[in-house]
């Protein structure tokens, strides 16, 4: 057996998901398992959410302290519509 042919991320999807599912089964029955109060999730999006706006911020390269006027105009740009100061030829 080849060494990349070990493990769980080799197999598929699938099984992967049946292997995950009797362990989070497992976890309740013996009363170990997390359960999110609303609190905690409410935090776990938040920190999300920033996570994946930094990242967004790091591959444009803004510094994410633009204007609403700048995002205004990003946002319609990015939808299809024009800037408002580019000419036609």
């Known amino acids: 057996m080849a060494k990349e042919d070990r493990g ?7 099984k992967q998901r049946e292997i995950a599912s009797k362990g989070g ?8 398992a997390h359960e999110w109060t609303s609190d905690e999730a409410r935090e776990a999006g ?3 959410g920033m996570a994946s706006h930094r990242r967004r911020r790091e591959m444009t ?3 994410g302290e633009s204007s609403q006027a700048e995002g205004d105009a990003q946002m319609s ?3 299809g519509g024009g800037d408002q100061n580019e000419q036609m030829p």
């Open 8 to 14: 769980f991320a080799s197999m598929d999807r699938a």
């Open 25 to 32: 089964k497992a976890a309740h029955q013996k009363g170990t």
């Open 46 to 48: 938040r920190k999300g």
């Open 61 to 63: 390269g803004t510094s």
């Open 77 to 79: 740009n990015a939808s």
